[in-house]
């Protein structure tokens, strides 16, 4: 784990389990809202491994612990008004899984702790002042997964030696997709690979990506970090396949469902960390009733 890491990881250790603290000693069971951009069925893997660290810790759903689940479904004018309810339940910490749900939840309140994950470069977003020292009321675990971008291009040219077009799948309006460009052409330039951007928004416009890619007679797709494309991860695989595309992806999900190759962090690992941050103090504490919700 890098120092920039750590830096963040004990900072959320400190304010959330003075939060949890004061609710323990106030008598109230620990609330924690989840919220996440995704489906059910796409975050699945990641709840998990939140669940599976808090139950090492000593904390289960059903007993001694309450997590308020809100997805927002791939619909980002949603996030906003899940926020807000998460809010209204005065909920002790929330957890967010990207970068439009740490948004969200930071214009929804500036008490409540926030420990958001898989965000790839949350001082360029505004959530933290800098990574040793977030300051406010967010902190959590980084990506960084623009400057590895351009690791990515250096693999696909291993992978196809005479590799020189190179379509980029992207998400323009998603945090830190920018700066992965960026990094990504950086490493073009030293390859020379020349790069066909294509922007999607929804996963609708997977299919026209992968027609726009064939068309500018590309030889590899890169795809950046967004949840459009984890979500559909089955569906890029296959279109993959089928216009004979090798592509390289951000997590290593998208290999087994039937991607061909990944270079990124580990989102799962990430979030078996976050536990640790709320529970420390508190796994003495006797187990208590439990709720629990998902929208």
Known sequence: MSKKIICLALSAVLFALSVSAQAQQAGKIP??????????????????????DLRELGYLEGKNIVIEYRYGHLKSDR???????????????????????????????????????????????GFVASLARPGGNITGLSTLAPEISGKQLEL????????????????????????????????????RVQLQYLDVLDSKDIETAFRGAS????????????????SQRTQLADLAAKSRLPAIYSNSQHVVDGGLMTYGPSLPDLDRRRPLMLTRSSKAESPQTFQSSSR
């Not at 609330?31 to 796409?42: Q, S």
């Not at 926020?83 to 939840?105: C, N, Q, S, Y």
Request: with cysteine; hydrophobic share 50%; proline share 7%.
């Open 31 to 52: 609330r924690i809202g989840y919220l996440t951009g995704a489906t059910p069925d796409g975050i699945s893997t990641r709840i998990e491994a939140f669940r599976q």
């Open 79 to 125: 996030f906003v008004a899940l926020a807000a309810e998460l809010v209204r339940l005065k909920v002790d910490i929330i957890i967010t899984a990207g970068p439009p749900a740490t948004r969200a939840a930071k214009e929804a309140t500036s008490t409540i702790p926030i420990v958001m994950a898989a965000d790839s470069d949350p001082v360029a977003s």
């Open 156 to 191: 696909l040219k291993e992978v196809v030696p005479r590799l020189s077009r190179v379509a980029v799948f992207g998400t323009s309006i998603r945090p830190g997709t920018a700066q992965s460009l960026k990094e990504t052409e950086l490493a073009a330039g030293t390859l």
């Open 215 to 230: 068309k500018g007679r590309a030889e590899a797709v890169l795809v950046l970090a967004c949840p459009v494309f984890f």
